[in-house]
């Protein structure tokens, strides 16, 4: 293998493979394999994360890359010919936003991320000519804050509406394999790369010293586990909801899903009440369930100007860490209004003070650059119109929280709150900050 990575040589490869899904919306792609070569490995090695853990077998990227060149070539070598051997998963546990479950994620080896890389790069050639507008989890250039935006549009732009909860239970763990080959059947059929998807779904996971394989599924925390959902959801919900469902509503609906998370929006209560009947079927029929609790309709029609606005307490939804909510603008309209859930406003604070808790004895220095990049963070995603109460309220436990540590460090030198306001002018923590704005929206439909 000689020279360094040609970003732009595989940029232009992919391109021409969209390009041609683009145009044949139809066409089934039988010979992709071609596409992926040392180059495009090289690319898919600058894309992976450096940092992640490693996976079963302890290999980490800084020892993937001492031996670079050989290691893409014998790869490549054995990814073309079968012999490569997806090794399992190794599973973990992170807490889920209730603070009380856990959720299982994969952890490939470094190698097999590499592979997952290059694959899902070619795919995503493919299925970006496919997806619909209302999808923007786990795509290139969209975010969860396209999303918001999007939502927050369509229902001021509707005035409300009768808002469909949509909740899968076990999403990533129920995906069904034969349901899965049968839709990228539609698309796919490049043996050298369906044959690596086979092997990834069925390498099973490290738990407890014993390897468990799996008929259903594909593991979090794997790189092209989130393209195939993706791909999933594409059939079972959002080309049925935008080909069969919309045209046979009385009234105007809308869509937007973030990767598992999805929200309908009916102008009609009555088509809201047809597309809750059919749902749970549709989704039954690909092997998914629907959590009974958490898939719920909720009327969030615009309230009159001289009512008052139920407020987050009552007629609000979840999506995306927020609650939705109608409230009153500064000239008494009613607009919808968005607040950090209180599920996620918990798990940040208990994020906080487990780091605080670890780090009490470090200098208030490095305790106070961490904070403040953790802060930041915060702001970054949470920052929109109509949170800064929320993030006022998130700063000053984020204070509580650090003085209530710093006191515990020692049992002689207190941290009493004079003396720790003194040392905020020392150390102040970065004020509040509206990132994200409506306003800026308005001004650029």
């Known amino acids: 293998m000689q020279g360094t990575p040609n970003p732009a040589s595989v940029s232009t490869r992919l391109q021409r493979i969209a390009e041609l899904a683009r145009k044949a919306p139809d066409m089934v792609f039988t010979t992709l394999a071609h596409h992926i070569d040392v180059e495009l490995l090289q690319e898919a090695y600058r894309r992976t994360r450096k940092d992640g853990a490693p996976g079963i077998d302890g290999q980490t990227a800084a020892e993937y890359a001492a031996n670079l060149e050989e290691n893409l070539q014998s790869l490549l070598d054995r990814s073309k010919t079968g012999t490569y051997r997806a090794p399992p998963v190794k599973r973990v546990y992170i807490p889920k936003a209730d603070g009380k479950t856990r959720r299982p994620i994969g952890i490939p080896t470094f190698e097999d991320k590499v592979l997952q890389r290059a694959v899902a790069m070619v795919l995503e050639a493919v299925y970006e000519q496919d997806f619909l507008d209302c999808s923007y989890g786990f795509r290139p250039q969209r975010s969860a804050h396209h999303a918001l935006e999007a939502l927050w549009r369509g229902l001021?732009?509707?005035?409300?509406?009768?808002?469909?909860?949509?909740?899968i239970k076990s999403y990533f763990d129920t995906i069904g394999h034969q349901h899965l080959r049968a839709i990228l059947d539609k698309r796919v059929r490049d043996g050298v790369l369906r044959r690596a998807i086979d092997k990834w779904l069925k390498a099973g996971v490290l738990e407890d010293g014993a390897v468990h394989r799996l008929g259903e599924g594909s593991p979090q925390g794997g790189v092209v586990s989130p393209l195939l959902a993706n791909i999933y959801l594409h059939e079972v919900l959002d080309t049925w909801?935008?080909?069969?469902v919309v045209p046979r509503l009385r009234a105007k609906a809308f869509m937007v899903r973030?990767?598992?998370?999805?929200?309908i929006v009916c102008a009609s209560e009555e088509d809201a009440r047809r597309v809750m009947e059919v749902l749970g079927k549709r989704f039954a029929r690909?092997?998914?369930e629907l959590h009974q609790t958490k898939t719920r309709m909720v009327n969030f029609r615009r309230p009159g100007r001289d009512q008052r606005p139920p407020g987050p307490q009552a007629g609000s939804f979840d999506m995306l860490g927020f609650t939705w909510y109608w409230g009153k603008s500064h000239k008494g309209n009613p607009v919808i209004k968005r607040q950090t859930s209180s599920s996620r406003f918990r798990r940040a604070l208990r994020s906080i003070a487990s780091w605080c808790r670890r780090h009490r004895h470090k200098a208030v220095a490095v305790q106070h650059l961490d904070l403040s990049r953790k802060l930041r963070g915060h702001y970054a995603y949470y920052g929109i119109t109509g949170n800064a109460r929320a993030l006022r309220r998130f700063l000053h436990e984020v204070e509580r929280t650090w003085r209530y540590w710093l006191n515990r460090r020692s049992s002689r030198a207190k941290?009493?709150?004079?003396?720790?306001?003194?040392?905020?002018?020392?150390?102040?923590?970065?004020p509040v900050r509206i990132v994200h704005t409506v306003y800026r929206l308005a001004a650029n439909p």
Do not use: C, N, S
Not at 156 to 167: A, L, Q, R, S, Y
């Open 156 to 167: 001021m732009d509707m005035g409300g509406g009768v808002v469909i909860e949509v909740d």
């Open 286 to 288: 690909y092997g998914l």
């Open 415 to 430: 941290m009493v709150w004079e003396r720790f306001r003194r040392l905020l002018q020392h150390y102040p923590l970065p």
């Open 241 to 244: 909801f935008d080909k069969t």
């Open 258 to 263: 973030y990767a598992d998370d999805a929200v």
